[in-house]
C-alpha cells in the first residue's frame, strides 16, 4: 500500500499491547494501516470499523495475510455496540478510534475534500447517505453557514465568507471545490502573504458539518468504554482541538463514572516527535489519548 503511513503507531502498540493476542476494535479502520501493525505484532483479531466502503476495500487489500483474523464492517463507530452484538462479542481487549479523515479520501480525485483539484463539492466520508457539500451550500441559510463555518472552521471572517456565498449561489450552484474556493479566497479582507490558504477553514467547516463529525462523539467513547473488558484500552487519535477537546473531557467524565469507569493514561496528549512530522507531514496535528478501563 502506497502512500499512507499511520500516525503514532509505536505509542499505539505500546498502549494497546497486541504482542499478547486479543481482540481489537478498530473503529476507524481506514486503508488498514493500524490494523496491519496490531496484527503483525500478534493481535488474534480485529473488527474494523469504517463508514467509507471504498476505505473498506482498501483495508480488505492491505490486510490480505490476515483476512482470516479480520473482520471488516461498514458501519459508523457511533454503533458500536450494534456492530459487537451482530457479532456475538460482549467484550474487546482494546479500541483504538485514529478521527477524521484518510490520506486516501483527501487524496484521490472525485472525494470533494480538497480545493487543491476542481471536482464536484460532496465531501462525504460515506457516500451511500447523507446530503454533499453542495446540498448544504445550497440550502442553509446565511446564519446557519456563518454559524458552522464559525464553530467548526474557527474562522473569523464566517460571516463575510456566508454573505459572499448566499450572493454567489444566486447566480448559480456552487457545486465545485473550485468554484467554493474562488469564492472563500476572494471573501478575505487580506490578500497578502498567508501561512494556509484562506479557503482551508472554510473546507474544513463543512467537512465537520457535512460528516457530522463532533455530533455524538462523547457518546461513542462511553459506548467504546462500556464494550472493553476490566484492565483493557481505548487510545483516540485526533487531527483537531474541537475533537480533541471532546475526547479530554469525555474520557475525563469517564474517570468518575460508576460504570465503565476509566483510568486516562495520559494526561497530556502524546503527540509526534519532530522526526515522525518530518517523514510524514500529516501526523503534524496528531494527539494521542489513552485511557484504561478500571470498573
Ligand atoms: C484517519 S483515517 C484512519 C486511518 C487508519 N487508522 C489507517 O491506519 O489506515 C479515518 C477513517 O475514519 C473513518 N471515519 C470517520 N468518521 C467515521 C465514523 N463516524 N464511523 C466510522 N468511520 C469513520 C473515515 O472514513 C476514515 O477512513
Not at 211 to 228: I, K, T
Request: charged share 30%; with cysteine.
Amino acid at each position: 500500500m502506497t502512500g499512507h503511513v499511520p500516525v503514532l503507531t509505536a505509542e499505539v502498540l505500546h498502549q494497546l499491547r497486541p504482542e499478547f493476542g486479543g481482540v481489537f476494535v478498530d473503529c476507524t479502520v481506514g486503508l488498514g494501516g493500524h490494523s496491519r501493525v496490531l496484527l503483525a505484532a500478534g493481535a488474534a483479531r480485529i473488527i474494523g470499523l469504517d463508514r467509507d466502503a471504498e476505505a473498506l476495500d482498501r483495508a480488505r487489500e492491505a490486510l490480505a495475510p490476515w483476512l482470516e483474523r479480520v473482520e471488516l464492517v461498514h458501519a459508523d463507530y457511533r454503533s458500536i455496540e450494534a456492530v459487537l452484538d451482530r457479532l456475538g462479542v460482549a467484550v474487546v481487549d482494546g479500541a483504538l478510534a485514529d478521527l477524521g479523515v484518510s490520506s486516501m479520501q483527501l487524496d484521490e480525485p472525485g472525494r470533494g475534500f480538497s480545493f487543491q483539484r476542481d471536482e464536484p463539492l460532496d465531501m462525504r466520508m460515506d457516500r451511500s447517505a447523507g446530503e454533499t457539500a453542495a446540498d448544504l451550500v445550497a440550502r442553509s441559510s446565511e446564519r446557519d453557514l456563518a454559524d458552522a463555518i464559525f464553530q467548526y472552521g474557527e474562522e473569523r471572517h464566517s460571516r463575510r465568507i456566508a454573505r459572499a456565498i448566499v450572493d454567489a449561489r444566486r447566480q448559480s450552484p456552487i457545486d465545485t471545490t473550485g468554484r467554493l474556493a474562488a469564492i472563500v479566497r476572494r471573501a478575505m479582507p487580506h490578500r497578502g502573504w498567508m501561512r494556509i490558504d484562506p479557503a482551508t477553514r472554510t473546507f474544513q467547516a463543512l467537512r465537520i458539518w457535512v460528516n457530522r463529525e463532533l455530533e455524538g462523539l462523547d457518546r461513542f467513547l462511553e459506548a467504546a468504554a462500556r464494550r472493553l473488558r476490566l484492565g483493557a484500552r481505548l487510545v483516540v487519535i485526533t487531527f483537531h482541538s474541537l475533537e480533541d477537546r471532546i475526547v479530554k473531557h469525555t474520557l475525563r467524565a469517564l474517570e468518575r463514572s460508576d460504570v465503565a469507569a476509566m483510568k486516562v493514561l495520559t494526561k497530556k496528549p502524546i503527540v509526534p516527535t519532530d522526526e515522525e512530522v518530518q517523514r510524514n507531514p500529516r501526523a503534524r496535528s496528531a494527539k494521542l489519548r489513552a485511557a484504561e478501563r478500571i470498573i
